[in-house]
């Protein structure tokens, strides 16, 4: 944990952007994005409450304040009351009066929201953190898992799998990995072998499909979109480097990503996939997976940081060389996170662990 004054200026700006600019609502749920120009936010979203979980307590790692961990519980407060006893399901997005435009869950969601609960039950000792997660990591193996690999989205109250489409979010690739690391955290925190199981199957089918994860993509838009799922895959490799074919999966993994950004960056950028390949390179270095290339390191931390606002929050990307109009929760936890991991080791502080990924 840093002292008060070791806390870096960019992650002190990105974690009051996280506590006063609204993109926490009074309900304790975040929202998707915000309108940088409206000054208002997108609905309130299940997977990137989670994610602020997380990104609020590694807040609270780093400078001890109180007011991150609040802020966490507040916001897990809110995934335990989201969860729908009658559909047994958790929902995409929140909203007070149950005024919704789509009822459906979403498997990635799922696992995202776990993790961040399991964090929070290990941060608290609040029983009802993990029981939660447990409602989830069920739900993610009795309604998405299929004979031949995972329904994306499942519609609510039904839970019919929603039609997939060439969209990496409404499809069962690679990145769904990341989301099966929800799984690992249950087996760690219940024992039940049950969740290993489900995370083993998820794995040999990522690593069976993930090299196909951009053929036939002729959009350089979307080979970017790509890049951020692809991350997911890279992400949850770490948990796996133990395993000559997931090490040589994450060294050519990394090499492909960093070859396809640099190729698509000068059309459209996308902030937080700059922070996920730097999160990847420095924690597989540490590691002892894949050898750091400090040089490309080094830039993708200074494009990262490029995206700080004044509100020090993180833009989520440029197209054509102008920034977006969005104010992005998620760009702002990974490249936050990023930063800190290098800034860690320019100042020689051992890596984290990382179980501490967002």
């Known amino acids: 944990m840093n002292s008060p004054q070791e806390v870096p200026a960019f992650l002190h ?26 000054r208002r936010n997108a609905r309130v979203s299940t997977e990137i409450t989670g994610y602020a979980v997380s990104a609020l307590l590694e807040l609270h790692r780093r400078t001890g304040k109180p007011e991150y961990l609040q802020a966490a519980v507040h916001a897990g407060d809110l995934l335990c009351a989201a969860w729908n006893p009658e559909a047994q399901a958790m929902p995409f997005e929140w909203s007070p009066n149950g005024d919704l435009p789509e009822h459906h869950s979403y498997f990635f969601d799922n696992g995202i929201i ?106 350089p838009h979307r080979v970017m979109d790509r890049l951020h799922a692809y991350g997911y895959f890279l992400e949850a ?35 937080d996939v700059n922070a996920q390949l730097l999160r990847v390179r420095l924690w597989a270095d540490a590691l002892g997976a894949v050898p750091l290339n400090q040089d490309r390191a080094a830039e993708e931390a200074a494009w ?22 969005f104010s992005n929760p998620v760009s702002t936890a990974f490249c936050l996170q990023a930063l800190c991991l290098w800034d860690d080791r320019q ?10 990924l967002i």
Request: aromatic residues 10%; glycine residues 8%.
């Open 13 to 38: 700006r990105a974690g009051q952007w996280f506590l006063h600019s609204g993109i926490q609502e009074p309900s304790g749920g975040v929202a998707r994005y915000r309108f940088i120009a409206e």
């Open 237 to 271: 490799l770490l948990s796996q480097v133990h395993r000559p074919e997931a090490r040589s999966a994450l060294a050519a993994g990394i090499d492909g990503a960093a070859g396809h950004l640099r190729r698509v960056r000068s059309l459209f950028e996308r902030s």
């Open 114 to 219: 776990i993790r961040g609960l399991v964090r929070l039950w290990r941060a608290t000792s609040n029983r009802q953190y993990l029981d939660t997660a447990v409602l989830c990591g069920e739900s993610m193996s009795r309604d998405f898992v299929s004979l031949h690999d995972i329904h994306p989205i499942l519609e609510l109250p039904s839970k019919h799998p929603l039609p997939r489409d060439a969209r990496w979010s409404r499809s069962s690739d690679c990145h769904q990995l990341k989301s099966a690391l929800g799984w690992l955290d249950l087996h760690d925190a219940t024992g039940n072998a049950l969740y290993r199981a489900d995370f083993e199957t998820a794995l040999a089918r990522a690593l069976q499909t993930h090299s196909a994860f951009f053929d036939h993509e002729p959009s």
């Open 304 to 325: 990262a940081a490029e995206y700080q606002m004044d509100d020090g929050g993180f833009n989520f990307g440029r197209r054509d060389g102008v920034l977006s109009n």
């Open 347 to 356: 100042r020689g502080i051992a890596t984290s662990d990382w179980r501490t």
